[in-house]
């Protein structure tokens, strides 16, 4: 009879306790993935950990069972809270940073997902949440028409300039779309920048990561020094010259453009 009202009490402490964790926690916690022995399948939360942690590499879908766990993610309010927090704290050390004395100080921005959102295209059936692959053709297409802005990131960038730094923008954007880039830049409320780094045919063939870190060492070589660098990609803030500190975007749903 102990034993069952002991067994009682915890269940239901163990109940209301999970019940107030929800008002901290808007995401379900979901249980271990695991089916049979050999067949293991990682838990979606920690999914998304581990690629925010540049553990999981190389990954090109999400587990097709997380779509609803990325879906709660991105609609609910925990993306838009984990960006304010890491703007929070780039702006912090923007503020706080002492300017070299020999060197022009700059920070690098990448563009897609880190500036702009494609929520809305991340979540039709073309992408469904990351189930399917992203591929550049119709990802510029709908990211020069209607993409958003990613606001605690403009705020951010605001402040940046305000902290008297110059901004370079480095996509992998083909030149091509440059125009169109700038517009759905300005029509999200960017302005100010000094350059803007895309990709052209000689950048062809070069891993992200190659073709980033390439762009990121001509600006080391023309003196500047790279205060900060965000991104949304591990390939954004990996490789050669990152910056002497990276921010990293949250970005659960893709691992690259595919072209
Ligand atoms: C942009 O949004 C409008 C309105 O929802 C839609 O009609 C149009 O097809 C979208 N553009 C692209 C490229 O998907
Ligand atoms: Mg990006």
Same mark, same amino acid.
């Given at each position: 009879?102990?034993?069952l009202?002991?067994?009682?009490?915890?269940?239901?402490t163990?109940l209301s !306790?999970?019940?107030?964790?929800?008002?901290?926690?808007?995401?379900? =916690?979901?249980g271990?993935?695991?089916?049979?022995?050999?067949?293991?399948?990682?838990?979606?939360?920690?999914f998304?950990?581990?690629? @925010?942690? &540049? &553990?999981?590499?190389? +990954?090109?879908?999400?587990?097709s069972?997380?779509?609803?766990y990325?879906?709660?993610?991105?609609q609910?309010? =925990?993306?838009?809270?984990?960006? @304010?927090?890491?703007?929070?704290e780039?702006?912090?050390?923007?503020? !706080?940073?002492?300017?070299?004395?020999?060197?022009?100080?700059? +920070?690098?921005?990448?563009?897609e @997902?880190?500036?702009? !959102?494609?929520?809305?295209?991340?979540?039709?059936?073309s992408?469904?949440f990351?189930?399917?692959?992203?591929?550049?053709?119709?990802?510029?297409?709908?990211?020069?028409? &209607?993409?958003?802005?990613v606001?605690?990131?403009?705020?951010?960038?605001n402040?940046?300039?305000?902290?008297?730094?110059?901004?370079?923008?480095?996509?992998?954007?083909?030149? !091509?779309i440059?125009?169109?880039?700038?517009?759905?830049? =300005?029509?999200?409320?960017f302005?100010?920048?000094?350059k803007?780094?895309?990709?052209g045919?000689?950048?062809?063939?070069?891993?992200?990561?190659?073709?980033?870190?390439?762009?990121?060492t001509?600006?080391?070589?023309l003196?500047?020094?790279?205060?900060?660098?965000?991104?949304?990609?591990?390939?954004?803030?990996?490789?050669?010259?990152?910056?002497?500190?990276?921010?990293?975007?949250?970005n659960?749903?893709y691992?690259?453009? +595919?072209?």
């Amino acid at each position: 009879m102990i034993r069952l009202s002991l067994l009682v009490f915890v269940a239901f402490t163990l109940l209301s !306790s999970s019940h107030a964790d929800a008002e901290f926690n808007p995401i379900r =916690q979901l249980g271990r993935h695991s089916v049979g022995s050999d067949d293991y399948k990682v838990n979606c939360q920690s999914f998304r950990v581990g690629v @925010e942690a &540049n &553990n999981l590499r190389d +990954w090109i879908t999400i587990p097709s069972y997380c779509k609803s766990y990325i879906k709660t993610y991105l609609q609910k309010n =925990q993306y838009s809270l984990d960006v @304010e927090a890491i703007a929070f704290e780039a702006v912090d050390y923007a503020e !706080s940073l002492q300017k070299d004395v020999f060197l022009k100080d700059i +920070w690098v921005f990448d563009i897609e @997902e880190t500036l702009l !959102s494609n929520l809305g295209y991340l979540a039709s059936s073309s992408v469904d949440f990351g189930t399917q692959q992203v591929y550049a053709t119709p990802y510029y297409e709908w990211l020069t028409s &209607n993409a958003t802005v990613v606001p605690a990131i403009l705020e951010l960038y605001n402040a940046v300039v305000e902290n008297g730094f110059e901004i370079v923008l480095l996509s992998e954007a083909p030149e !091509s779309i440059g125009d169109a880039l700038v517009q759905a830049l =300005q029509n999200a409320g960017f302005s100010g920048w000094t350059k803007l780094i895309l990709k052209g045919d000689a950048d062809n063939g070069k891993s992200p990561e190659e073709y980033k870190s390439a762009k990121r060492t001509e600006l080391v070589n023309l003196r500047y020094r790279i205060a900060g660098n965000v991104g949304d990609q591990w390939s954004d803030l990996s490789g050669e010259n990152v910056g002497i500190r990276t921010f990293k975007v949250p970005n659960p749903v893709y691992n690259r453009i +595919w072209d």
